[in-house]
């Protein structure tokens, strides 16, 4: 659609829309003039109630606060000692799910799936996983060492009580679906108020998440009392700074367990997707990732010059984050009267932030904008393109995603465990064309019937 940077539609009940489209535009939106715009109120209440009010969701000078304060725990030197956290997590992933396809895969009748895509899946004797799900046990595991200092269980078992629980809000469905409709139709109180069992879903996992994380802060504390705090992870530098009350504390760990391992969890999916898309991408990226990474097999851990000295890695990384960004678009609404690129923009407006658009913006990104293609971030640090902000998946400014860089080293780290150990293809050969992949929207975008994958050991890593 032809713009100049700014879209206008008409929403609910005839309400102004602007989506923003321009690196210009959105360099006012997102840094310049950032505090003018906040998250809507009902979005605010409906993701705080799992997310916490932590800093995703906090605004203005409580938001400047909270993210000078927990910068050091996200510095770069920080997220490098991490490095090997990530790497060893994703060995015990791998190794759990070298079992499983070994034993016959994942049933998916037991995951409840729908009786269809059951009977596509192709069955040639090569077992079948569902990504999704091992990807979110990976993830929670990962952010709860390298984040809290607290090992979930989650790739041992699927079942632990936290596992459950976000598995159980997070998985794409008709009632969550619902309750996002009626957060956009009514108040936010109002929305959570009602007797739906998606409320009552959600009220149960809010409790038990906030349980937790108390825990966990009440641990480390006696740990620094005790002058016995030496770890490395997220909660105990934020303990150790003294800016954050105990129950400020367990709003930061609610927002990095939910958002922190849900987010990567989904990048995940979309990744193998695409490579069972594009065997010739995962052919070259094994051949990378063997050459460059000990085995899987081997006890010798892995160093943060290691995974970001992989050229054809970081490549493909960066192309499924710019091709599926997890968080498909993010509201904002004017808090007071204003502009962008010089047009009155009046309080209450919401704007739209849309990176499944903007990442695949013809007049960002070429003419193969819309074609997964690695090799175009070999030649350039923006993948071509002519602004940073043309690339949406962290947002910009004082508001984009805090835990980036652990985010991008995790997902890395993943990302060649799974694919130097496995060869995938798709389960469902009717996804080959990505118009039929049914996608469900939540927190994240995902396949709404999950990725159901044949997967091969390769072996010799």
Not at 7 to 26: C, F, H, Q, T, W
Not at 268 to 293: G, N, S
Request: hydrophobic fraction near 40%.
């Amino acid at each position: 659609m032809p713009n100049d940077g700014i879209i206008r539609y008409l929403g609910l009940l005839n309400s102004e829309r602007l989506i923003v489209v321009s690196p210009k535009a959105l360099t006012e939106v997102l840094t310049t003039k950032n505090y003018d715009f906040i998250k809507p109120a009902n979005v605010t209440a409906t993701l705080g109630r799992l997310l916490g009010v932590g800093v995703l969701l906090a605004e203005g000078d409580e938001h400047k606060y909270q993210r000078k304060n927990l910068m050091p725990a996200f510095a770069f030197r920080h997220v490098k000692d991490l490095y090997p956290v990530f790497w060893e997590k994703s060995k015990e992933a791998v190794e759990k799910m070298t079992e499983k396809v070994k034993t016959g895969g994942d049933d998916p009748s037991r995951e409840g799936t729908p009786e269809d895509l059951e009977k596509n899946l192709i069955k040639d004797g090569t077992p079948i996983i569902e990504v999704g799900e091992w990807a979110g046990r990976a993830t929670l595991d990962i952010i709860g060492v390298a984040g809290m200092g607290q090992d979930f269980g989650a790739i041992q078992n699927p079942d632990t009580l936290l596992s459950a629980t976000y598995r159980k809000v997070f998985r794409p469905s008709r009632g969550a679906q619902l309750q996002g409709l009626l957060t956009i139709i009514l108040p936010g109180w109002l929305a959570k108020a009602l007797p739906l069992k998606r409320n009552d879903d959600i009220n149960s996992a809010a409790n038990v998440i906030r349980n937790t994380c108390r825990q966990l802060v009440r641990s480390k504390k006696e740990k620094l009392q005790k002058n016995e705090l030496t770890d490395i992870d997220i909660l105990s530098v934020a303990l150790e700074s003294g800016a954050f009350s105990d129950e400020n504390l367990v709003d930061q760990l609610m927002t990095f367990l939910a958002a922190g391992h849900e987010t990567t969890a989904t990048a995940m999916t979309w990744a193998t997707y695409l490579l069972c898309l594009h065997p010739e991408v995962q052919t070259r990226l094994r051949t990378e990732i063997r050459e460059h990474l000990p085995s899987i097999n081997d006890d010798a851990s892995v160093s943060s010059q290691q995974i970001d000295h992989m050229p054809y890695l970081n490549a493909v990384c960066n192309e499924v984050l710019r091709y599926y960004p997890p968080v498909p678009l993010t509201p904002r609404v004017a808090a007071r009267d204003t502009s962008i690129l010089g047009q009155k923009v009046p309080k209450g407006t919401r704007i739209m932030l849309i990176p499944w658009a903007v990442n695949k913006a013809e007049q960002l990104w070429g003419n193969d904008a819309m074609k997964f293609n690695p090799d175009r971030w070999l030649s350039s640090a923006n993948g071509g393109a002519p602004s940073t902000y043309s690339f949406l998946t962290f947002l910009h400014g004082p508001r984009s995603c805090i835990g980036q860089g652990f985010a991008k080293a995790e997902f890395a780290c993943l990302l060649a465990a799974w694919v130097g150990r496995f060869e995938f293809a798709l389960g469902d050969e009717r996804e080959r064309d990505e118009d039929n992949m049914v996608i469900k929207g939540g927190v994240t975008a995902r396949p709404s019937n999950g990725l159901w994958v044949r997967t091969k050991i390769i072996e010799g890593w």
